[in-house]
């Protein structure tokens, strides 16, 4: 089975791979639909979107630290590096460190 063919069985409806982020719109009438979606895929396929994702994690993180990158960093440190984490902990640090050194210029 092809990649194409493999992410199109992973983003079917029917599939019983949990999805991990979701998307709320507002239509008409004050309603909202939910669309829910794969992080990875998403970044695989949009590379802007998976920008936008770490940036904004980056924000989150530095907001939840109060502005203290020693802080976020003692909290990875507890976390268990693993190769399916360690590059997304890589980039999130790296964001959380250019926020900072923006703050610090401000």
């Known amino acids: 089975m092809d990649l194409q063919s493999r992410i199109s069985k992973c983003v079917d409806p029917t ?6 982020v ?7 009438g004050g309603n909202t639909k939910e669309i829910k ?21 980056a924000s989150f993180l530095m907001k ?4 203290m990158l020693d802080t976020a960093i003692d909290f990875f440190a507890e ?4 190769e399916l984490n ?3 902990l890589i980039k999130i640090m790296a964001r959380m460190k250019s926020k900072d050194h923006i ?3 401000g």
């Open 15 to 20: 599939s019983s791979l949990p999805t991990d």
């Open 64 to 67: 939840r630290f109060n502005n």
């Open 79 to 82: 976390t268990e590096a693993t």
């Open 103 to 105: 703050r610090s210029l």
């Open 37 to 57: 979606a794969h992080k990875l895929i998403l970044a695989i396929v949009h590379q802007s979107l998976s920008e936008a994702l770490y940036d904004a994690v």
């Open 86 to 88: 360690g590059l997304v």
């Open 22 to 28: 979701r998307f709320l719109f507002k239509v008409e």
